[in-house]
C-alpha cells in the first residue's frame, strides 16, 4: 500500500539536544512538506520541497532545518534554537506542478522535558 | 497573505442533528479549497475539495460543502452527524500561483452527543 510513514510515533528529548524526525513515503510524490500543531492554531509550515535537493522556508522555519537528498525521504531536524518544540508535527506530500491534495502521515509528538 | 478562518472552535451537537462548520478566507485570486478531518493523535484525512466545476462538493462520511465566491466561503456540512464523526475539521486553502503552498485554519472540534 501506498502512503506516508513518521517514526517515532513519540519522542522525548532533553532541552538542548537536536532531534530529527523521519518522514517516508511511497508515493512518487514530488513535492514534501512539515507542519507543526499546536491546539488551537491550526497547521503552521515550516518547510518545503517540490524537488530532490531543493526546499523552501515555510512561515516558521526558525530553529528547524530538513534535507532532501532522496525523493520518498524529507526528515527534520529540530534543532536547540527552536525555543518552543514540544509540538506534534506532521509531514505531507503532494504531486507537485498541478493543483492536487497533501497527503498527510500519522504525525510525530515530540516532547522536551 | 492568505488567512483562513474558521469562527468555531468548538461545535457541540446531538447525534442525527444537522451541522455546519464555517470557513472564510481571504484570497481575491482563484483558490482551491479543502476540507480535511483530524481524529486524535492521527494525521489529516481528506474529507473534500474544490478545484473547479460545480460549487457544492460532496465528500467521504456523508459531508458536502459549498463554495461561494463572493462570500469566500466554503461551509461544511452533514443532515444527519454520527458519534462516530467526533472529531477536528480543518478548512485550507491554497491560490492559483503557489497552488502547492496551503494554508489552514485554526480547526473546528465537532463533539456529537448521543
Known amino acids: 500500500d501506498g502512503g506516508i510513514t513518521q517514526s517515532p510515533k513519540y519522542l522525548f528529548r532533553k532541552e538542548g539536544q537536536n532531534v530529527t524526525l523521519s518522514c517516508e513515503q511511497n508515493?512518487?510524490?514530488?513535492?514534501m512538506y512539515w507542519y507543526r500543531q499546536d491546539p488551537g492554531q491550526g497547521l503552521r509550515l515550516i518547510y518545503y520541497?517540490?524537488?530532490?535537493?531543493?526546499?523552501q522556508k515555510g512561515d516558521i522555519a526558525e530553529g528547524y532545518s530538513v534535507s532532501r537528498e532522496k525523493k520518498e525521504s524529507f526528515p527534520l531536524t529540530v534543532t536547540s534554537a527552536q525555543k518552543n518544540p514540544t509540538a506534534f508535527y506532521l509531514c505531507?506530500?503532494?504531486?507537485?506542478?498541478?493543483?492536487?491534495?497533501?497527503?498527510f502521515g500519522p504525525g510525530t509528538r515530540l516532547t522536551v522535558l | 497573505a492568505q488567512s483562513v478562518t474558521q469562527l468555531d472552535s468548538q461545535v457541540p451537537v446531538f447525534e442525527e442533528a444537522p451541522v455546519e462548520l464555517r470557513c472564510n478566507y481571504s484570497s481575491s485570486v482563484s483558490v482551491y479549497l479543502f476540507w480535511y478531518v483530524q481524529y486524535p493523535n492521527q494525521g489529516l484525512q481528506l474529507l473534500l475539495k474544490?478545484?473547479?466545476?460545480?460549487?457544492l462538493v460532496k465528500g467521504i462520511n456523508g459531508f458536502e460543502a459549498e463554495f461561494n465566491k463572493s462570500q469566500t466561503s466554503f461551509h461544511l456540512r452533514k443532515p444527519s452527524v454520527h458519534i462516530s464523526d467526533t472529531a477536528e475539521y480543518f478548512c485550507?486553502?491554497?491560490?492559483?500561483?503557489?497552488?502547492?503552498?496551503?494554508?489552514f485554519g485554526s480547526g473546528t472540534k465537532l463533539n456529537v452527543k448521543p
Open positions: 474544490y478545484l473547479s466545476g460545480s460549487t
Open positions: 508515493l512518487n510524490h514530488d513535492a
Open positions: 485550507a486553502v491554497s491560490e492559483g500561483y503557489n497552488f502547492n503552498k496551503f494554508y
Open positions: 520541497s517540490q524537488i530532490v535537493n531543493d526546499f
Open positions: 505531507a506530500s503532494s504531486i507537485a506542478g498541478v493543483q492536487d491534495t497533501q497527503y
